[in-house]
């Protein structure tokens, strides 16, 4: 039996290392992925500031297995009813079992020049791109920096852009401006929480303008909707998300069982999941780390029926996926805003629950050094010792439990 998993993001990798453990030694395990190291997105913002945390921010996908198979390609199509998955755009995978995680794209929404003009924040090389050419337009003089898309991760761009600014001693010089086309940023989160996050991007200097959808752009200047023009030195594009082009650019509607067709699942932020509940889930990395414990025992089940184990024939009972979140967190330069439950955290409390989260990821898939070094970066410490990776080196979790995923969101409409 061949059990594949296409993707080694969050919800991917997560939901591999559990199938390490858990499937019957007669099934093989096959991860695919177009890259060699596995990339902590929620952190990738940090780069824009601190090019050095790259190190601590990516993990050898190779390093996080035992048992699976590592296949370095593009999944370019996913037959989800046939079972068949094309790599490369040549070469044909066939499995058993199968799941699609995936990840999303930055959409674009065909707005006019945007996609031309705009950088998104999807991969390291985004973030050495937008660092270089923000740093080019401090050189010049007065900066204009806008940022389209006022969720989580456009919230995190800006804030790192106004942290450096101040580094750069160019602060007064520089016009940061962070877009959203709804009335609030963060606008799927809180009224509290949004409350806070306005009040912390206002407090490092960034102009916040809601309703204030972006129409198009060309390479100087940025169209709203209502006719306003802004011109800019550097434009960031946080405005949104579709799905991989295995999946035709699509994110499915997936149930709570999270199955897409026949024996295939999809997980994270590929599809759009409506939990047990009936809820849209949120496309973030903490939804999509709990999709894949799911996903897990879902295809654990499957794939003990189908090598036999003795249930009569009849179909195993599948589990529902309710996601119920702990909390939500979101950098701000070297602030922070957290809530969990009715409490809403700025200041060190919340900057150390950030660091917590990531942190505790890291641990959980193995690589305690990257998460000693990402303190480091975090708190701005200089030459945190191999003494402390050593002390708990072997204390690496698997997400059982701890802060793993905790409050982490990814992609363009959420953060960490």
């Not at 177009?34 to 993990?59: C, G, K, N, Y």
């Not at 995680?101 to 065909?110: I, P, Q, R, S």
Request: aromatic residues 4%; contains cysteine.
């Amino acid at each position: 039996m061949n059990v594949a998993v296409f993707g080694a993001g969050y919800a991917g990798l997560t939901l591999a290392r559990r199938l390490e453990r858990q499937l019957p030694p007669e099934a093989n395990l096959v991860v695919v992925d177009e890259s060699e190291d596995h990339l902590v997105q929620h952190e990738l913002h940090r780069a824009i500031r601190r090019p050095s945390i790259a190190e601590d921010i990516t993990v050898p996908i190779a390093d996080c297995f035992d048992r699976a198979e590592i296949r370095r390609a593009r999944v370019t199509d996913v037959d989800a009813e046939a079972g068949v998955a094309t790599l490369d755009g040549e070469d044909e995978l066939a499995y058993d079992v199968g799941a699609v995680c995936l990840g999303a794209a930055t959409a674009f929404y065909d707005l006019p020049g945007v996609e031309d003009h705009a950088t998104p924040l999807k991969r390291l090389d985004d973030a050495e791109r937008i660092r270089a050419d923000v740093l080019d337009a401090f050189d010049a003089g007065d900066a204009r920096i806008v940022v389209g898309g006022a969720g989580l991760s456009g919230i995190q761009v800006a804030g790192e852009i106004a942290a450096l600014a101040r580094e750069e001693g160019v602060d007064e010089a520089a016009e940061i401006t962070l877009l959203e086309q709804q009335g609030a940023v963060a606008p799927n989160f809180p009224e509290a929480f949004q409350r806070a996050v306005d009040q912390q991007l206002r407090d490092r200097g960034i102009t916040v303008r809601t309703d204030a959808a972006v129409a198009g752009a060309d390479g100087s200047t940025i169209t709203l909707e209502d006719g306003t023009e802004l011109d800019y030195d550097e434009f960031v594009w946080t405005g949104g998300i579709r799905g991989a082009d295995a999946l035709a650019g699509d994110r499915p509607l997936v149930r709570s069982r999270l199955q897409l067709a026949g024996d295939t699942f999809v997980v994270g932020d590929a599809a759009r999941v409506v939990d047990s509940d009936g809820q849209a889930v949120p496309a973030s990395a903490q939804a999509a780390i709990r999709e894949a414990r799911v996903a897990a025992a879902n295809i654990e089940r499957l794939a003990d029926h189908r090598l036999g184990d003795g249930s009569g024939g009849f179909e195993p009972r599948l589990d529902d996926f309710q996601f119920d979140s702990p909390g939500w967190l979101v950098s701000v330069g070297d602030g922070a805003v957290a809530q969990f439950g009715g409490t809403v955290l700025t200041g060190p409390a919340a900057v150390a629950l950030k660091t917590t989260v990531g942190v505790g990821y890291l641990t959980s898939v193995g690589a305690v050094r990257k998460a000693v070094g990402l303190v480091g970066e975090e708190l701005d410490l200089d030459g945190v010792p191999d003494e402390a990776a050593d002390a708990i080196d072997g204390e690496a979790g698997d997400g059982e439990s701890g802060t793993a995923d905790v409050a982490v969101g990814s992609g363009d409409d959420g953060g960490s």
